[in-house]
Structures are given as C-alpha cells and as structure tokens.
C-alpha cells in the first residue's frame, strides 16, 4: 500500500469505501471513531428517557419520545457504517464494539456521564448537547470515508430538530415565571462546561488529531469547532436572558470571537476514567437491558434463519 498516494486521495476530497484499500491505522482510527460514535448515541438515549414518563404535556412527550427514537437509529446507522470495516485483521462486528462499550474498554461521549436532573435539563441537552454534536457532525459529513460521511449527512437533519425542541423547552421556561426561568439557569449551569468538553481535550493535547486531519476524517481541530460553537451560542443564551457560569466570557472586538475560561480538565480526565457522576449507573443500564432483552435478538435471529430456509426451499 502506497501510503503517499493514499494520503493524496483522500487530500483530494476523494472518498473511500469499504472494498478500497486502505492503510491499516486508517481502519483502525475509523472503528475507534465510529464504534465510540455510535455507543454515544446509544448511551445518550438514557438521560432522556429518565424524562418520558415525566414530560410536562402530551406534546412534549411525543417530541421527546422522536427524538430518542431517532438516537437510536443514529446508532444504527454507525453500527453498520462500523461493520463495513470488519476484515478479517480487526474486527468490526456490532456485537464485538457493543461488547467492548459495556465491558468499558470502549469510550462514549463524556457528556452522557451527567445527570438529566429536572425538566430544564431536557431543554439544556437539546439546545446545548445536540448543538455541540451538530458542529461536530457538520465538520464529519465530510470526512473521507464514504458510509461515515453518508450516515452523518442523514443525522445532521435530524440533529437540527434536537437542537430546536431544546432550546423551545427553554424558551418556553424562560418566558415563564420566575422559578422557571431559575430552572433554566440552573440547567445551563449544569451543562455548559460537560458540552464544551464534548469537543475533546486542547489542539495541543489531542493525540489523535494530526493523523485523523491528515487522512481528512477530521476536518477541524477541537479547539476550532468549541470555539465557533461558544460563539453561536452565547448570543442563543443572550436572546433567552440567561447567564453563562463563565465570569471570564467575553468578546473580543478585535477577533469578533468570544474568549472563555479554561474548562475543567481534570473533572473531564476523571470522567473518562470513568469517574464521573453516571459512569457506572450508564453501563449497569446497558448491561441488564442486553440481558434481559437476549430474547429479542434470539427470536430475531430464528425469524431470519427460517426466512432463509423457506427461500432456498422455493
Ligand atoms: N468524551 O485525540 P482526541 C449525540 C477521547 S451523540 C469521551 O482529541 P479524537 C447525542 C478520544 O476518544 C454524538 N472521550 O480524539 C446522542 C481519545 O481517546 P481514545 C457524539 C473523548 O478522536 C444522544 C482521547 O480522548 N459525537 O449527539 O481525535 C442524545 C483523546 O482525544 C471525548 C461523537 O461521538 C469526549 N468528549 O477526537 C443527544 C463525534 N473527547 O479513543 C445527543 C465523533 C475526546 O484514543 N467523535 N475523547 O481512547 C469525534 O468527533 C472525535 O472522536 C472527538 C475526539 C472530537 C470526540
């Protein structure tokens, strides 16, 4: 393998599919990514779903309910996109990631390690935790591997209307009474460090940020996009009249970018050590749904194999 040529194809804007050739460490770095994508997915159902049952109205219910069934399906699409990689050197199979995920081996976004503790934090998710993921997944519809590339220009739509029922959720509590509006803050005050955290450590500490630019599966450095999204956002929280916890924030006129804070590192460090407040709860979650929900797949995979069965006898 001409890693040259290689590296010239993808710099071209070219994209790969899964029959291409391709660098080992390229395979490697799009299964990591992949697979951790699609666990975040799937993780992050669970902080939502704690508030189906306790959704203010029917209207909000239904909102919620959509936008945790399409995470689920943005999982599947990653799972799949995933397996495109198997080979027969690295294996990409869903059960092998998903197994990797519950036995903590592989990561999920940090994000999904805090508590969704009152209504306000369903708006905070939406309008902060989806926002940050769209400026993410907007940079990755163009990354250079084809089934990633597609799956993300699929999800970014829906990523969009997350976004919208958030900050609605917060608009609403914000234009209500005083104790709303506290509810509110509250939530932004809970959530806004945990999303830009979601960006990944500092440019300078990033280990895998130079090859992944280099084979264009990154497009911008985590720096680049936590900046760009402090700045759509500070005016969002201006316009709903809420603060953000940052005594520091403040634009710079001469750049027309926002300075801010440094995040805190070693509260991020401890949650990918898996320290943080929902680590355990969030793998315990999984590990007894694929428990006790093996019956499903069971009985799926007995359908498939009488299917099978009943075509090759026609
Ligand atoms: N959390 O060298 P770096 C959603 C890890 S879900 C945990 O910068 P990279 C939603 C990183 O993996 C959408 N781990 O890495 C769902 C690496 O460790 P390994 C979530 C993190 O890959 C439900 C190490 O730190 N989006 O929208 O170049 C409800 C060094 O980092 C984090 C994605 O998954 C983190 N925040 O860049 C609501 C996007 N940050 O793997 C909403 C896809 C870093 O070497 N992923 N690490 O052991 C990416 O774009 C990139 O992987 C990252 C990190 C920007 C996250």
Redesign the pocket.
Known sequence: MDLQKFLNYVQAENKVEPKDVMPEDYRK?LV???S??????????L??ANWISRAPSLRRKMALLA??QD?AG?GLYLYAATETLNDGTINADRDTTYNDMLAGK???????NYPALSWADIGA??WL??G???M??V??MGNSYGPYSRAMVR?CKE?SF?QRQGYEILMTLCRGTKEQKQLAQEALNRFWWAAL?????N?E?????Q??MNYR??RES?DA?RQRFVDVTVPQAEFLGLTIPDKSLKLNTETGHYEFSELPWDE?HE??KGNGPCNKKRLETKRKAQKENAWVKEAAIAFAKKQNEKLVEN
């Open positions: 770095l990591r990514q992949i951790q994508h699609a666990h975040s997915e799937v993780v992050g159902m902080p939502e936008k945790i995470e943005h592989a990561k999920y976004s940090s994000i999904f998710i939406g935790v989806d940050a993921a769209i993410n997944q940079m990755l999800i990523e997350h955290m979601m960006f990944g450590p440019d500490a990033s280990p895998n940020s090859k992944s599966v990154k985590n996009l991020f949650v990918l």
